[in-house]
């Protein structure tokens, strides 16, 4: 008659169960620990890898620039909910209709610039020394290069 009582109170307050289990009156058996042929086969993956001849790291993918490209500026946030970047311009301008390349570790993407702001304000021009928020297609990384 309790326990309706107390889970009819649960049920009205919407208090979560707790997750004990209930103890149990026999006394669990011992088993010994087994050794099973998985483990046995990482073992010896492990060893052979240890073994193997020591291979050095892979270099660094650099992605390649074209030459004709100038850096205009860095990445410094990047909101992924609205994809907005916020880009230092570093160097030249960038006008609306500029065709910009992100190029960092995980990205490298073109994109026409279709909507740029500068504190909350539609802008047309971005000089050198500006924070810009620009409206991204893809996902853009912090410390990604912007060149034009």
């Not at 004990?20 to 086969?41: E, L, Q």
């Not at 291979?55 to 992605?63: E, L, W």
């Amino acid at each position: 008659m309790f326990r309706k009582l107390v889970d009819l109170l649960k049920e009205v307050f919407w208090i979560k169960p707790s997750r004990k289990k209930p103890k149990s009156s026999r006394r669990k058996s011992v088993k010994k620990p087994s050794i099973k042929r998985k483990t046995v086969k990482k073992a010896e993956k492990r060893e052979k890898r240890a073994l193997s001849p020591i291979k050095k790291p892979a270099k660094s993918a650099a992605k390649k620039v074209d030459p004709s490209l100038d850096e205009v500026g860095v990445v410094t946030h990047y909101f992924d909910r609205i994809k907005v970047c916020v880009v230092n311009v570093t160097q030249g301008t960038i006008l609306i209709g500029d065709k910009l390349t992100f190029l960092g570790p995980k990205t490298k993407f073109l994109q026409k610039v279709w909507s740029m702001q500068i504190e909350s304000v539609d802008v047309k021009v971005a000089k050198k020394g500006q924070l810009i928020g620009l409206k991204v297609d893809k996902v853009v990384a912090v410390g990604d290069k912007v060149y034009k």
